[in-house]
Every structure is written in C-alpha cells, then in structure tokens.
C-alpha cells in the first residue's frame, strides 16, 4: 500500500476498511460462498453499511462519507483480498450509487441512494443482454411508455446480485427509432415490480454473489423511476465506466497482493537443497516481477484516481487501471501459484481460488481489448490535440530525408 498518496482522511478511511477486512469477514463467509452454499454478498453490504463504509463519494446527508475516489480505491484495494466476488459486493453501491448520485432526482437519492448506503437496500447494475456484451447500443429490452409508467420487456444477465437484491440499475430501449444515443433510458427497477430471476449461473470462480439471468415481462416502472434525462442514459453509462473499471483494477491489486504476501511467507519456510527456496533466484525473480508490477498497477490506479477527483478526463487512464491492474494482479497470482508449486494448486491455500476469481476480472466490465480499443483511441485524440505543444524528435534523425519518407 502507498500511503504516501494518502492525506490524512484518505488514510483515515483506508484504516477503517482495513479494519473491516481483518475483523468483521468471516472465513466461513468466503468458504460458503465459494461453495454455493450462499448465494449473496447481502452480509457484507449490512455489515459495511453500518460501520458507515459505503458510499465514499457521496454526500453525508444520503448516508455517504464525502471523500473521494482516491480514498474509495485505498478501502477497495483492502476488501480486493477477499475476492472477487465479496469485493464485487462492496463496490455495487458505489457503481449504482454514482448513477443515483450524478443523476437521479432528489426523491431517488432518498428512496434508494441512502439506504442503499446505509446498507439495508442490495442492489445490482442490469447492463449485459444474452446478445451482446460490450455493445451498449445493441440492446433489445424495451420500454415502453404506458401514462404514467413504462412497461419493460426483455432479458439481463451476468448480473452480480440477480439472486436477492431489492433494485436494480436497468437501460433499457426507450425510443428504437431515434440515433443510437438518443434510444435508451435509465430506470432504477424495483424486484417487488415483477422481476423474475430465470436462472443462477455455475461460475468457475466469483461465486456466491448471486450472478444470474433477469426476465422483464411487463414490469411496470413509474416513470418518476427515469435516472437522468429520458431517452439520455449514454451520458450515464459513459460515466459509469468510472467507478466500473478504476475499482475493478483496484480490488484486482489486492487480490494479487494477498496472493504474493502468501506466496512470500510461503517461500521463507519451504526449505529444499538445504535452504528455503526464497534464497534462490528462480524464485526470488518471479517474486520481485510479481511486485514491481504491482507496485506500476497500483501507481496507475491511483494517478487515474487522481486525475477524477480533479476534474479531469479519465477516460484513458481508467481503462488503463482497468487493464494493467487485472493484468498484473493475474501475472502475481500465476506467479505465487508457481513459486509454491503443487501444494498452490491445492485448496490448502487461497491460491487457486484468487486464479478463479481474477480470470473474470479482465472480462468484466468490458474486456480488456475493449480497454485497448478505449486507450488507443484515447491517446491519438491526445496526440492529436496536443500537436505542436512539444518537440517534436522526429526531426532529431541522424540522418533526416523527407523524399524516404514514403507514406505510401
């Protein structure tokens, strides 16, 4: 951890989710989980919700604590060390809360922003359709106005908290005729509405949290229910990319550091050759790989964090945190399985349940080569627009010749 980056109430908060993660998360909970046995995060929502841990951004009057995002990754990088899915579970509030918080009317932010703060209302983001994944505008639930309601009709999967959350997050096709981001609304739509849970996926690690397939047939959501502008939850979904991918890259450092803090006790004990095995190098390399990459994702993590709570276009080095902090964090994991050999493979250590988990960690959210797409982009449009302001090295050449300058 870089406490360095952390002023004093960053830090304050950061102690206190530490705190939570050591003293208030049972063993028990991440086993059943893992097992099936338990099909929610609600317990760890309750139990953050009142210690006052969600909603970090968000206002104190709907139940949030003020701070900012850089304080908000320190506490997700804490609860990461539980998994996938239990962090998954922390950060739901802050991800349907942004929505609510940016965007939802006063009446919203009170019905639901808070409690779900406070932690007595679960909730779910409903994003992903059975035909398609990152293709926002391809979405085929629709709703459709009916007086003073909207009736929606269609399917959601994937969504983490299917099983019992009282609310979800829904777009949905409001005007099918109009341009792409001009066609979908965003509804927050209560389960007591007529929401009905079509099945509970068998997932290969990020268990227990409920993830599942959503039907909406004809559910009738009050139209004082529209987040945002209607027929305008691009901006939304634009913005939800925010606390999306910056947390997942930060819960995903965690895991990766809980599995190199285990792979690194593990290697000053294991002896073998007469020495412990963290006195030679094929170990002691990997391990030092492991934790430069680390500490480069949580740098990253933290500058994106940065630039938001400044105001600044985060677009790039989000999906930049996204990307390098599940990609890192999967490396250190591998790694710490392979210094500690076949006893990592086992269920002796949490090693091969961080795998399970963190393999998820680079589709969600949009996969990884969507955050190629995103970064690329990005970085041309800033090179682009940033044209003249440096100097320019290609006229540096040792041996300049504009006629071999062909650009076909």
């Known amino acids: 951890m870089f406490e360095f980056f952390l002023n004093d109430k960053e830090k304050a908060y950061w102690n206190e989710a530490r705190d939570f993660v050591k003293n208030d998360i049972s063993t028990e909970l991440i086993r059943d989980m893992d097992a099936g046995k338990i099909e929610t995060g609600r317990p760890l929502v309750e139990k953050a919700g009142a210690k006052n841990l969600l909603g970090a951004r968000f206002p104190v009057n709907y139940g949030g604590r003020s701070l900012n995002w850089t304080a908000e990754v320190a506490a997700v990088e804490e609860v990461g060390v539980l998994g996938t899915s239990l962090s998954c579970a922390f950060v739901m509030p802050s991800i349907v809360g942004e929505a609510l918080n940016l965007f939802g009317s006063d009446t919203l932010k009170e019905k639901y922003l808070k409690p779900t703060n406070q932690g007595i209302l679960y909730s779910a983001e409903a994003l992903t359709e059975p035909r398609g994944g990152s293709d926002f505008f391809g979405a085929t639930t629709m709703a459709v106005r009916d007086g003073d309601h909207y009736i929606l009709n269609g399917e959601k999967r994937f969504v983490v908290g299917a099983q019992d959350s009282d609310y979800f997050l829904v777009y949905a096709k409001s005007a099918p005729d109009a341009a792409p981001h001009e066609s979908i609304s965003c509804f927050i739509v209560e389960r007591a ?7 509970i996926y068998n997932l290969l690690g990020t268990r227990g949290g409920g993830t599942g397939r959503l039907v909406f047939k004809d559910v009738k ?28 890259g930060a819960g995903a450092v965690g895991m990766g550091r809980a599995a190199i803090e285990v792979a690194a006790r593990y290697s000053t004990r294991r002896k073998a050759f007469g020495s412990t095995i963290n006195n030679f190098q094929a170990v002691s390399f990997i391990m ?14 933290f500058a994106a964090a940065r630039l938001v709570d400044s105001g600044g276009d985060g677009r790039r080095l989000v999906s930049e945190a996204k990307k390098v902090g599940t990609e890192s964090a999967w490396m250190a994991i591998n790694n710490a399985m392979q210094m500690m050999g076949g006893i ?23 996969t990884n080569q969507i955050m190629n797409l995103l970064i690329q982009h990005e970085y041309y449009k800033e090179l682009n627009r940033k044209k003249g302001d440096a100097r320019d090295v290609e006229f540096d050449a040792i041996s300049p010749d504009e006629e071999e300058k062909n650009y076909g």
């Open 193 to 199: 509405m007529g929401v009905t849970v079509q099945s």
């Open 221 to 248: 959501v009050p139209i004082e229910n529209v987040v945002g502008k209607l027929h305008g939850a691009y901006q939304i979904f634009n913005r939800m990319m925010i606390p999306e991918r910056l947390l997942s």
């Open 288 to 301: 030092a790989d492991a934790v430069a990459s680390l500490d480069a994702a949580r740098s990253l993590v």
């Open 344 to 366: 990592g493979y086992t269920t002796v250590y949490p090693i091969e349940r961080f795998l399970r988990d963190c393999r998820l960690a680079m589709i969600w959210t949009g």
